[in-house]
């Protein structure tokens, strides 16, 4: 799996292309096609006190697919910095498009989540680096 995501990184680049394009999207994509008001969020799951679970998945998956695209030590840097700066701008450009608002909650779900994949694969690899 990891070697296909690396040697296929537009998979990573797809992912990225959808996740920006839905932030920057003025509404709901969803509810514009499906319930006829841009107005209306999709919601997965309930929202945790303090995060939006839905921002929450949409960059776990971000998170995920670009640590197994970029399994390189050198590039893992940049992915970081790459992931917590979208995560923020992204967020922030909700304050001037139309229909989209500045969460704080939102804001929370996409640190988080790039937080964890973070700390996931520093697990894996502790891991591996003791079972050698």
């Known amino acids: 799996m990891i070697k296909f995501l690396n040697k296929y990184k537009i998979i990573f680049y797809l992912i990225n292309f959808c996740i920006i394009f839905l932030y920057l999207f003025p509404g709901s994509l969803y509810g514009c096609i499906f319930l006829d ?5 999709p919601q ?4 945790l006190s303090l995060i939006s679970s839905n921002h929450f998945y949409a960059f776990f998956v971000l ?4 640590y197994l695209t970029y399994i390189k030590k050198k590039h893992k840097n940049y992915l ?3 992931l917590l700066l979208i995560a923020i701008i992204l967020e922030i450009l909700h304050l001037v ?14 640190l988080l989540a790039v937080i964890i994949v973070f ?3 520093n697990l894996i690899k502790k891991y591996e680096e003791f079972k050698k």
Do not use: H, K, V
């Open 97 to 110: 498009i139309p229909e989209r608002s500045f969460q704080w909650s939102d804001l929370f779900g996409n």
């Open 37 to 41: 008001d841009c107005s209306i969020q």
């Open 80 to 82: 970081i910095i790459y």
């Open 119 to 121: 700390f996931i694969y």
């Open 63 to 66: 998170s995920a697919g670009g």
């Open 44 to 47: 997965i799951t309930p929202d």
